[in-house]
């Protein structure tokens, strides 16, 4: 085991949410704290500094961070067969008064180096002295969301069933991945635990950002593929919240991608398919537009473009472009924008965690007596599967 000093900071108390909190704020402090939420709220992040309740977590976080990604050795990336998600712990870095453990390492940095990420922008947006940023959104899940201050990375805290289906499935989704390198699938780098002996276990995941970079980003959407509470009042909650619309919302509108339509509807469907022979219901597919640039217009389709995007495939791969790949924008994150003829879109698939188990068939026979002859989320992963793909061909052009 790698060990390293580190002073933990100050007293934590766990709470019922399983988060840290800094000692109790004086009422000044708590009123300074309050005006600063209120103003990073305004634009649905908010700086996650000292006087912040998950201060001390992320702070955990980052150090552990900076180890894990210190410790990473570049291997194959290749999983064990029949290896437990337990098996795939990569090391276990003790702290004073903490430990971190990061799992399948080797594999998550293969999917880094797969999306152009290297180690030294790894460190420099998780490690760097700027603090994290929370991400407050008018989503349903209970768990914490946080960026990176760059904004590219998320850290999203998972429960120990969602870790372990995602461990247990990690060689099916590198192999969908090296399939299909185009895939819309959010792309997983790392998946971690902090412990605090006798108070705290958590686990977080780290994903790339599908809106990345943001600047020019104001409407976001999420879509499921049916109606049934799929609906967001853009109006509630003023600006408190970065609102992230829904199917309904969507009504009367198109994904305009001209000569790139046949490939998205295609790769969603290879996606969606990937999804159903892992039994997973409930995914989104997150979009946002931006208008085009002119030079981004009239550089999306050069020569020189073409040549720099493929030969990232590899040697193997850069020799054609198949009908798996398309021709990628020059720029980061390229594997979650597709370029129409006027406007970039921001798309990925995310929620890949939910199993159609005997939970989800209790819901699903309770929503039919409740709905009936109604669309809602809670069906068969083949159902689920098909409608998520004919709402991608109903608004496509």
């Given amino acids: 085991l790698l060990r390293v000093s580190l002073a933990a900071g100050p007293a934590l108390r766990r709470d019922n949410q399983w988060s840290l909190r800094p000692a109790v704020l004086a009422p000044a402090s708590r009123r300074r704290w309050w005006h600063l939420r209120q103003r990073w709220r305004m634009v649905g992040v908010f700086e996650v500094n000292q006087e912040h309740e998950f201060y001390h977590l992320t702070c955990m976080m980052k150090e552990g961070m900076r180890a894990a990604i210190q410790a990473t050795t570049e291997t194959s990336g290749q999983i064990p067969s029949n290896c437990s998600y337990l098996d795939l712990m990569h090391s276990h870095v003790h702290f004073v008064g903490f430990e971190m453990l990061t799992f399948a390492a080797s594999a998550f940095a293969k999917v880094r180096r797969s999306v152009d990420v290297t180690g030294e922008e790894y460190v420099s947006s998780f490690c760097s002295e700027d603090c994290y940023l929370q991400f407050v959104s008018n989503s349903k899940s209970k768990a914490d969301f946080f960026i990176t201050n760059d904004k590219r990375f998320f850290l999203k805290t ?37 412990v605090i002996p006798n108070q705290m276990k958590k686990y977080f995941i780290v994903m790339q950002s599908v809106f990345y970079p943001d600047d ?129 879109y921001f798309v990925g698939i995310i929620d890949i965690f939910t199993v159609y188990g005997w939970k989800k068939r209790l819901e699903h026979a309770w929503k ?21 793909c004919q709402w991608i061909q109903d608004h496509c052009q």
Wanted: hydrophobic fraction near 35%; include cysteine.
């Fill in 158 to 194: 998972q429960s120990k069933r969602e870790v372990r289906f995602l461990l247990s499935n990690l060689q099916a989704y590198m192999d969908h991945l090296e399939k299909y390198p185009h895939s819309l699938l959010v792309r997983f780098l790392g998946v971690h635990r902090i």
């Fill in 368 to 388: 039919c007596v409740r709905y009936p002859g109604r669309a809602f989320s809670t069906v068969r992963p083949a159902k689920y599967s098909h409608r998520f």
């Fill in 216 to 344: 020019r980003i104001d409407i976001r959407y999420d879509i499921k593929g049916c109606e049934v509470g799929r609906w967001t009042d853009p109006d509630e909650g003023g600006k408190q919240t970065l609102k992230v619309l829904k199917d309904n919302n969507f009504k009367g509108q198109s994904i305009a991608l001209g000569q790139e339509e046949s490939w998205f509807a295609g790769q969603v469907k290879a996606d969606a398919a990937f999804l159903q022979g892992i039994r997973v219901l409930d995914y989104s597919l997150l979009l946002a537009l931006q208008p085009l640039h002119a030079d981004e217009l009239e550089g999306k389709h050069s020569f020189a473009n073409l040549v720099v995007r493929t030969t990232n495939l590899g040697p193997s791969k850069s020799l054609s472009i198949k009908h798996h790949r398309r021709l990628l924008p020059d720029c980061k994150n390229a594997i979650h924008m597709v370029d129409g003829p006027d406007h970039r």
